[in-house]
């Protein structure tokens, strides 16, 4: 089966098929009891196909208003072996105990507000030799690390014929930390209008659907968790030709977060393997 014919069988997103693909690769779910952070894979995909023992979805009930995919956990697919709670990942991971072969989260910690939480209490949640898998993006300091999905309005359409994707309503892959949230009102108000800049600028720095933390907060917060074995690799980096062209504004944030330690701005997400 090829990859398009698999994504196509189960409904899933280029993304969602190639994270899972690799899950996979990784770590045989056979027989296994699966904990699903922040979505709710298909069961006939994970039950079914993979055979997987048990799977569970937690994803919060604010977020999954924000989604429109199939990662919606459906009452309809509820059973004994596949079960979801709409719910905080950090509530969950408190009253959940040694329950779970492996922990799977793809696009989801990114979102995650009390994150440093979840991460001590994961470990919490696997049996012995459980392990913890995640490939998550953007960050916030990788491109685009806003996290902004609305797409442009109709009433820009016409003069905007070129506009193909979300990620061509922004000047620089990095406004949101080379601009004040005020600069950032005034400069997308004069490219659109003053109603749409307010969205932009409300969902890049207000909202509480991302959490805003840079790869080496992810690096410190994976440090202190208490897994016995980490592999934690920075993904999708921005590609040498696209650095070249960018060099100024990458220059320029290396400048202005340099008393943060900061200096990584080209990885757009992370890939982890925990072992407990």
């Not at 090829?2 to 994504?7: G, N, P, S, V």
């Not at 470990?123 to 960050?139: D, H, M, T, W």
């Given at each position: ?242 650095q070249e062209f960018y060099r100024k504004q990458?220059?320029t944030l290396q400048v202005k977060f340099k ?18």
């Amino acid at each position: 089966m090829t990859d398009l014919e698999f994504d196509t069988l189960f409904e899933l997103s280029p993304h969602q098929g190639s994270f899972f693909r690799e899950f996979m690769r990784v770590y045989d779910i056979r027989g296994k009891d699966i904990l699903e952070l922040g979505g709710a894979m298909p069961r006939k995909l994970v039950l079914d196909f993979c055979q997987a023992n048990s799977w569970t979805c937690v994803q919060s009930e604010e977020y999954s208003k924000h989604r429109s995919d199939n990662q919606q956990p459906s009452q309809s697919d509820s059973s004994a072996g596949y079960r979801f709670y709409f719910t905080q990942a950090e509530e969950f991971c408190e009253e959940h105990k040694q329950k779970y072969d492996a922990v799977f989260s793809i696009a989801a910690f990114e979102h995650f507000l009390q994150l440093p939480k979840v991460f001590r209490l994961l470990p919490n949640l696997l049996k012995p030799e459980g392990v913890l898998f995640s490939i998550f993006a953007p960050i916030w300091s990788g491109p685009y690390g806003q996290h902004f999905t609305h797409i442009l309005p109709e009433r820009f359409k016409a003069s905007n014929s070129e506009f193909t994707g979300t990620q061509q309503l922004f000047d620089t892959p990095w406004d949101h930390l080379l601009l004040s949230s005020s600069q950032y009102l005034h400069r997308y108000s004069e490219k659109f209008d003053r109603e749409f800049a307010e969205l932009l600028t409300y969902e890049t720095f207000h909202s509480p659907q991302i959490n805003r933390l840079f790869l080496d907060d992810y690096r410190l917060i994976a440090r202190d968790a208490n897994f016995k074995s980490k592999i934690l690799v920075p993904q999708f980096i921005l590609p040498i030709e696209l650095q070249e062209f960018y060099r100024k504004q990458l220059e320029t944030l290396q400048v202005k977060f340099k008393t943060a330690s900061y200096d990584d701005f080209i990885s757009a997400g992370v890939y982890l393997f925990f072992t407990k």
